[in-house]
């Protein structure tokens, strides 16, 4: 989502594939730039991850705000059964100059996770 002073309240969405998120965890990098003319800002610029259940339903299961420095590590734990995976962006309702970037977003079983820090950590030794 580039910066820009245009569309206030405008959402961006990438969404999977129905999958098996059993046991299985999301993790992706993000960075966020706000910048709110309105310091009461009711809703402001946003990520979320979301999981649609196959009956459409939508559960919130993380969601971040504000201006970060550097890309910032998400991760968040799937619910059971099968689910489509939306990560949206979301710009402040008010107008405002923002910009949300993600990067290296990764589904896979949450043991596996703790795994590739072990490796990389045994290859460092």
């Given at each position: 989502?580039?910066?820009?002073?245009?569309?206030?309240?405008?959402?961006?969405?990438?969404?999977?594939?129905?999958?098996?998120?059993?046991?299985?965890?999301?993790?992706?990098f993000y960075?966020?730039?706000?910048?709110?003319?309105d310091?009461d800002?009711?809703?402001?610029?946003?990520?979320?991850?979301?999981?649609?259940?196959?009956?459409?339903?939508?559960?919130?299961?993380?969601?971040?705000?504000?201006?970060?420095?550097?890309?910032?590590?998400?991760?968040?734990?799937?619910?059971e059964?099968v689910?489509?995976?939306?990560?949206?962006?979301?710009?402040?309702?008010?107008?405002?100059?923002?910009?949300?970037?993600?990067?290296?977003?990764?589904?896979?079983?949450?043991?596996?996770?703790?795994?590739?820090?072990?490796?990389?950590y045994?290859?460092?030794?």
């Amino acid at each position: 989502m580039a910066k820009s002073d245009q569309g206030a309240g405008n959402k961006a969405r990438l969404v999977s594939p129905f999958m098996n998120t059993t046991d299985k965890c999301l993790e992706l990098f993000y960075w966020m730039r706000s910048v709110d003319h309105d310091q009461d800002v009711h809703n402001p610029t946003q990520l979320s991850v979301i999981a649609m259940s196959e009956q459409l339903l939508e559960t919130a299961l993380v969601s971040a705000s504000g201006s970060t420095v550097d890309f910032i590590r998400l991760f968040v734990q799937l619910p059971e059964g099968v689910h489509r995976v939306v990560i949206e962006g979301r710009r402040a309702d008010l107008k405002a100059e923002c910009s949300i970037s993600i990067d290296d977003v990764a589904v896979m079983d949450c043991a596996r996770f703790g795994m590739l820090f072990i490796l990389s950590y045994k290859t460092m030794q």
